[in-house]
C-alpha cells in the first residue's frame, strides 16, 4: 500500500507564497517522476509540474517564473514552491507519484489534494 499526502496549502494574498509539500509513504521500492496537478472550481485538473528521479524539471510555460518544484529523494517527498501567486492560482493542488513497490508494481498514485487559495 502506497500513500501520498499533501500539505501546505492555505489562505494567501495576491503576490504571497506557499510551499506545498507530498509525502510519499508504504511499500516503496522506488519513486520514478513526481508531478503537481491542480484543478480550479469548475476547471479540469491540469499538470502544473514535474520532476524525474534525477532531478530534471519541467513547467507548464505560464508557471515556470514563479513556481519551482523541488523533491528530497531521501524523505519521499515532492515540493512546489509558488511565489507572486495570483486569484487564478486558486485551485486544489494535488501531486502524483510514479511509483514502483516493493513487489514490483509500478503504478502512479494521487494525494487527494490541498486546497490553495489566494485572495485579498
Known amino acids: 500500500q502506497v500513500q501520498l499526502v499533501e500539505s501546505g496549502g492555505g489562505l494567501v494574498q495576491p503576490g504571497g507564497s506557499l510551499r506545498l509539500s507530498c509525502a510519499a509513504s508504504?511499500?516503496?521500492?522506488?519513486?520514478?517522476?513526481m508531478d503537481w496537478y491542480r484543478q480550479a472550481p469548475g476547471k479540469q485538473r491540469e499538470w502544473v509540474a514535474s520532476?524525474?528521479?534525477?532531478?530534471?524539471?519541467n513547467y507548464v510555460n505560464s508557471m515556470k517564473d514563479r513556481f519551482t518544484i523541488s523533491r528530497d529523494n531521501g524523505r519521499n517527498t515532492v515540493y512546489l514552491q509558488m511565489n507572486s501567486l495570483k486569484p487564478e492560482d486558486t485551485a486544489v493542488y494535488y501531486c502524483?507519484?510514479?511509483?514502483?513497490?516493493?513487489?514490483?508494481?509500478?503504478?502512479?498514485?494521487w494525494g487527494q489534494g490541498t486546497q490553495v487559495t489566494v485572495s485579498s
Open positions: 520532476i524525474a528521479s534525477g532531478g530534471s524539471t
Open positions: 508504504g511499500s516503496i521500492f522506488s519513486i520514478n517522476t
Open positions: 502524483r507519484g510514479d511509483i514502483t513497490t516493493v513487489a514490483r508494481s509500478r503504478t502512479n498514485y
